[in-house]
């Protein structure tokens, strides 16, 4: 400590300018990068790290020439749609979306071919298929049409022909995959160790390329979809119509995070300036702390502007966090101050401030180290947006405390404030009533922990992870209204593909067919005989199975494959199915013009590969992503007889399922090494194993209690939720180290503990309370957020700050007047 006050006798207190202006020029160069900062809600943004199902994902893609990239206008007309003027103004609105720049095609019942001439059949199917743009067809012949087509009810029309869909494709260039892959492909060299130092140097410059290309794209599609609103908005008066789709979906979470950084930023900020200016009514004690804060968030923001690390949704509210940490930080050592001017009125200034910061450094520091612990806890989560969130804050930290402990002495130096009123005064602070009660009732203090211990228990055990999307916005978004719609009346909302690949060829499988008494051109010849190709009746037949059972989930909406194709052909067939000469020729019969609308979707003769499309009803309230997964390969294993490895489950269905199961795992591991971290660090501040205990108390009912609470309510762990146990527990404990830190010292002087209890709740026990007021009142304008988690962050997040506040002026002071851990002076 001496070396320590040498530093500040020596550079800080006596050349406060000097620091000043290094730390400015600081600021400059971290404020060139400004523009680079960025935000992600991309699908990498949402996964679990290494989580193999996103490469599947786009793999699936690839192969079957199929996408997300596209927008769903949902179309409810106020009069009937299929009425010429109905069709017309469909048409209208359709060819206003197909207009703009970036929009690569449309679907919708305008286009897609109608099976309604009494003229079809196989042989003339290229040149009967009629649509209602190219051909006179009378409205209600092409509502029927459609109707009765199996393939586009509860797609592109609802059941009861009153609400329709178009789809605008959105196609992304193909630079951006050749980047991708590119990337990639560099990216597992580097990690295998097979790099050499030229293809480090192009991973580098093709990472940067694809970060910049990302962006730009970002910025199109961005623009494409605010053009597609403004069109939308032309015909309201006339429909009732919502936008939904992925990119709609990412373009609103990156503007939900914009709002919640700019709002909740400069709201925290506002709110802050109000706090301090209430509590301590002098304008130095508000000038310098926002300074302190405004400095933190300015170096993190231009950091990340030139690590190039983005924000996604978890980590957006990292600046309100930030600001919350380094006031906390700040008010302790202006409390501490200002008992400093109480018992020496006279002293210098700079003799106060040095006396503050000596006093303070070392709880200062380890109440920043176990909340940086904390908050380093997230990276073992296993889900990559915790992980960043999570090196993000710890970086952060050190940042605000490195200023609170370097530039808010060289700013007080030069803004000594003078002594106030109710400093010098000798009125016993509010926080003594604390005391009082604990002295009082104190088996009372003991009785309640110990139910709202038995509590938290039993709501950790009611504690889930199942949850809906759609359960993220708040009903009045576009994202929640249009996927209620989507739900209800076309089929659901979240994709999900099986894959099944074809059975290995067998030893003979280049036999004559025709050498065996069966023809598998005519009939089923069960395993008799092998051929390579879907198109045949026995392979066909197990497909059409798989097509049944999914239909029949309740979880399940539209259902397309390679079997809606056979329906839609066999009513061209006049009602009859195809036989197996009949399925043979399949791919020939299809026209050119149909084949990537009938069979490339799901069927990959090249890849050896089946598809079935999927879409889950997200609006299902018994919805369970795990249980249902797990039963989709449980019968397609068991009853239908596929081998596991030759079923695959991909989408966003499963991608977002898997980072939901890590929840738990990840929960336990964060708080397992929270409080073992925190533990370690109470052992070796306190050097004693008895107080390392006492300490834990409050911070185990704390971090209980909020998790207990969510389980009470119902409320499932999500991808924000799951950090606020590790959080609370890491901001927690920062009271009981300042708490313990000053009872140790106030029992020096007299070895009297209810003595001791009392002057600590009138000296810390006021910076606790105001730090603790300021973090509640602080997250709470959190539930300003249109992003659900968001608004749990910050409510569960308060209610855990005051529990761990109730704890440490009640629970902790009982504790330690209960096991008596000092030894008396």
Request: net charge negative; hydrophobic share 45%.
């Amino acid at each position: 400590m001496n070396r320590l006050g040498a530093f500040y006798d020596r550079f800080i207190l006596p050349h406060p300018w000097i620091v000043l202006a290094l730390f400015a020029l600081l600021l400059a160069v971290t404020a060139l990068r400004f523009d680079q900062f960025r935000l992600d809600a991309s699908a990498e943004s949402l996964v679990l790290e290494n989580d193999r199902s996103l490469e599947q994902y786009r793999q699936v893609n690839q192969t079957f020439t199929t996408s997300d990239d596209f927008l769903v206008v949902t179309y409810t007309p106020n009069e009937p749609l299929f009425t010429t003027e109905g069709l017309a103004r469909l048409r209208a609105l359709r060819d206003d979306l197909q207009a703009l720049e970036a929009v690569g095609s449309t679907n919708s019942i305008l286009n897609v071919p109608l099976l309604h001439s009494p003229d079809l059949t196989l042989d003339t199917v290229d040149s009967e298929i009629k649509t209602l743009d190219e051909h006179d067809v009378a409205p209600a012949t092409g509502r029927q049409a459609l109707l009765d087509n199996p393939m586009y009810p509860n797609l592109l029309i609802s059941e009861d022909g009153k609400t329709t869909a178009i789809q605008v494709n959105l196609p992304t260039p193909d630079r951006y995959f050749d980047l991708l892959n590119q990337r990639n492909e560099l990216r597992e060299k580097v990690n295998r160790g097979e790099a050499s130092e030229a293809e480090r140097t192009q991973l580098e410059e093709t990472s940067d390329e694809f970060i910049r290309y990302t962006e730009q794209l970002g910025e199109e599609r961005d623009a494409t979809i605010n053009q597609v609103r403004a069109i939308l908005e032309q015909y309201r008066d006339h429909a009732s119509i919502h936008l939904g789709g992925v990119p709609m979906i990412v373009a609103d979470m990156i503007r939900f995070i914009e709002n919640d950084l700019s709002t909740f930023g400069f709201g925290v900020l506002a709110f802050l300036l109000l706090t301090l200016a209430i509590i301590f009514r002098q304008w130095r004690w508000v000038v310098v702390p926002l300074l302190c804060c405004g400095f933190t968030v300015w170096l993190m923001v231009g950091f990340l502007g030139w690590a190039q690390w983005p924000v996604t949704v978890i980590s957006s509210n990292f600046i309100s966090l930030l600001l919350i940490m380094t006031l906390s930080l700040t008010i302790h050592l202006i409390v501490r101050y200002r008992e400093f001017q109480h018992d020496e009125p006279e002293a210098a200034p700079n003799n106060i401030l040095r006396n503050t910061l000596m006093t303070m450094i070392r709880p200062c520091f380890y109440m920043a180290i176990t909340t940086i612990v904390a908050f380093g806890s997230l990276t073992f989560s296993g889900i990559r947006p915790v992980i960043d969130f999570g090196w993000m804050m710890t970086l952060g930290l050190t940042v605000a405390f490195l200023i609170t402990f370097l530039i808010f002495p060289a700013l007080l130096s030069l803004l000594p404030p003078p002594i106030d009123q109710r400093v010098s005064s000798d009125k016993v602070p509010f926080t003594d009533a604390f005391a009082r009660f604990t002295e009082r009732f104190s088996g009372t203090v003991l009785v309640s922990s110990g139910v709202i211990a038995v509590l938290c228990v039993i709501g950790l055990n009611r504690l889930t992870v199942e949850n809906s999307f759609i359960d993220y916005f708040k009903s009045s978004t576009e994202i929640h209204q249009g996927m209620v719609t989507i739900d209800d009346r076309l089929g659901g909302t979240t994709p999900l593909d099986v894959v099944i690949t074809d059975q290995p060829a067998p030893d003979n499988a280049n036999a004559d067919p025709f050498a065996s008494d069966c023809d598998p051109f005519v009939e089923d010849c069960g395993d008799e005989e092998y051929r390579d190709t879907w198109y045949t009746y026995q392979k066909m037949r197990q497909l059409g199975e798989v097509h049944d059972y999914l239909h029949s989930l309740p979880e399940t909406g539209k259902v397309l494959s390679i079997q809606t194709t056979l329906e839609l052909l066999a009513q061209v067939n006049g009602g009859e199915p195809l036989d197996a000469l009949e399925l043979a020729f399949v791919p020939a019969a299809v026209p050119d013009d149909l084949q990537d609308i009938l069979l490339t979707p799901y069927i990959s003769e090249e890849q050896d590969k089946a598809r079935f499309s999927i879409r889950i009803l997200e609006t299902m309230p018994d919805l369970r992503r795990q249980e249902l997964l797990d039963d989709i390969r449980h019968h397609l294993s068991t009853e239908l007889g596929y081998d596991r490895d030759r079923i695959l489950l991909s989408g966003m269905t499963v991608m977002y399922n898997n980072m939901l199961q890590s929840l738990f795992d990840s929960q336990i591991k964060t708080i397992g090494v929270v409080f073992g971290a925190i533990l370690v660090m109470f052992l070796i501040l306190f050097r004693s194993v008895k107080l390392a205990l006492v300490g834990m108390a409050p911070n185990l009912i704390a971090a209980g209690s909020v998790l207990g609470l969510m389980g009470w309510l119902g409320i499932p762990l999500d991808m924000m939720t799951i950090t606020v146990a590790a959080i609370t527990v890491g901001i927690a404990v920062d009271d009981t180290i300042h708490y313990i830190h000053r009872f140790k010292t106030e029992f020096a002087k007299d070895g009297d503990y209810l003595a001791t209890m009392h002057r600590c709740h009138r000296s810390i026990g006021q910076a606790m309370f105001y730090t603790s007021l300021t973090i509640i009142a602080g997250f709470s304008i959190l539930v300003l957020s249109n992003f659900i988690p968001t608004i749990y962050f910050g409510l569960f997040t308060g209610f855990a700050m005051f529990m761990a506040l109730l704890g440490a002026l009640t629970l902790l002071p009982r504790l330690i007047i209960l096991v008596r851990p000092f030894n008396s002076p």
